[in-house]
């Protein structure tokens, strides 16, 4: 019987993984060895007791008391905290769901990958923050990562049965997010509620505003480099905003081979799930005389600077992919907050990228566990104190 382990499984991802899980037979087909997930302890326990899994944990201590009383009488074991979720990814599993949303994701999942689990990944800043560590991790214990981020899952499944050499260049779709016709001016003004929804895709909030700022894309971007090995410019970003082909592989033949599907997250989820078989999954299914046409078009960088910051972070390389997301995190946080304007964000992101990196060689620091997780808390500092002293 497969082990697995789903971690933010009450989360956009996690609901969508344990969907599937009950689908393919759930505590009869699984053994669910750990569940984690935030605050929602009810959910979390409800989630638990239905497949039976070993142990629960929140993040947050605070927490635990709520869900020992939950868990009551299921024979699940109830645990919380930091050092309780690296506690269950040490016990080992063979299929491990990361789908924490931010830095907070890549301890666990770090941890999972030094027992040879298959690492199912929707924490795209695991690779963002320490892509060569995570893939070295792998490698030394022969361990495996598969793509969860739908463009990703569709350039991987496009490269099936082909060489990496012959691969040109990679195109992953965005669908432009909410505002992606709105003009400059306007964008200034847009508040957290405009930029939460989203035209194509159920996700978490703080997804859905990245993608609104592009910000998502311009991670993507980094994620697509670290986890493929292709030089950045190999790399292009394209506005589609039927969210219908998530992501095309261009060969040196010329030929492109694009992935297309019904925009349902558990589609990636399940290709991981499955893989390297394939199952019947419960997505729509395209009726592409019906839809007529697909649009496409270039990203407008003057409006959503995202993506030139995204490359300057891969020409720096090094510890620049943890800077950019933790100054993300903290500028988003402080548009959720109200404390800046939608633009702010960005401009927010490239000045404490340019502080940071003339405080220290990002590119030239050694890349270890340690030093990402450090330099995401010195960055967060940076940031907020730019915000609350209104420099940004
Ligand atoms: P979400 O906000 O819906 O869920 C996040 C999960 O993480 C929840 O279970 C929450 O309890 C948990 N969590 C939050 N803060 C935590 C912390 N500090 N420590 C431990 N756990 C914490 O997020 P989501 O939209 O499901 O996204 C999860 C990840 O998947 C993100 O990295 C996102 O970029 C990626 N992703 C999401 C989608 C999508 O469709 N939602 C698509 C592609 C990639
Ligand atoms: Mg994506």
Redesign the pocket.
């Known amino acids: 019987m497969r082990s697995v382990s789903v ?8 609901e969508s993984t344990y969907d599937l899980l009950l689908r393919q037979g759930g505590s009869e087909a699984f053994r669910i060895v750990a569940l ?5 302890v009810a959910r979390l326990a409800e989630m638990a007791r239905t497949l039976r899994a070993e142990v629960a944990v929140t ?1 947050f201590d605070t927490c635990l008391p709520a869900l020992r009383e939950a868990l009551a009488g299921s024979g699940v074991k109830a645990a919380a905290g ?1 050092a309780a ?1 690296l506690e269950a990814a040490d016990h080992p599993a063979d299929w491990v769901m990361s ?4 830095a ?2 890549l301890a666990p999942g770090f941890r999972a990958l030094r027992h040879g689990a298959t690492l199912a990944l ?4 695991s690779l963002v923050t320490a892509g060569p560590l995570l893939l070295a991790e792998a490698a030394r214990h022969g361990a495996r990562i598969l793509p ?3 463009e990703h899952s569709a350039v991987f499944q496009a490269l099936v049965g082909e060489e990496m050499s012959a691969v040109e260049r990679i195109i992953i779709t965005a669908s432009g997010g909410a505002l992606r016709d709105w003009p400059l001016e306007r964008l200034a003004h847009a508040t957290v509620s405009d930029a939460s929804q989203h035209p194509n ?1 159920a ?5 859905t505003i990245d993608s609104a700022s592009l910000f ?1 894309k311009a991670m993507e971007v980094i994620e697509t480099r670290e986890f493929f090995g292709v030089d950045p410019v190999q790399i292009e970003v394209l506005v589609h905003p039927e969210s219908m082909v998530h992501a095309l592989v261009g060969y040196k033949d010329g030929a492109l081979m694009a992935h297309l599907g019904a925009p349902d ?1 558990r589609h990636a989820i399940g290709y991981a799930l499955n893989w390297p078989r394939r199952a019947p999954l419960p997505v729509a299914r395209l009726d592409l005389a019906k839809l007529g046409q697909l649009t496409f078009r270039a990203p407008d960088e003057a409006r959503f600077p995202a993506l030139r910051l995204a490359r300057e972070v891969m020409e720096a390389g090094g510890l620049a992919g943890a800077v950019f997301n933790a100054a993300k995190e903290a500028a988003l946080d402080g548009f959720i907050a109200g404390r800046i304007g939608f633009l702010r964000m960005a401009a927010l992101v490239e000045e404490v990228l340019s502080q940071m990196s003339s405080r220290q060689r990002l590119g030239n620091a050694a890349l270890s566990l340690d030093n990402v997780l450090g330099i995401d808390g010195e960055t967060r500092v940076v940031a907020r104190g730019l915000i609350d002293t209104g420099r940004i």
């Open positions: 971690f933010g499984v009450t989360g956009s991802i996690g984690s997930g935030g605050r929602n993040a930091p979720l789908a924490i949303v931010g907070a994701g929707a924490n795209k800043e969860v981020d739908s895709w996700m978490g909030q703080r997804i998502n997250m």
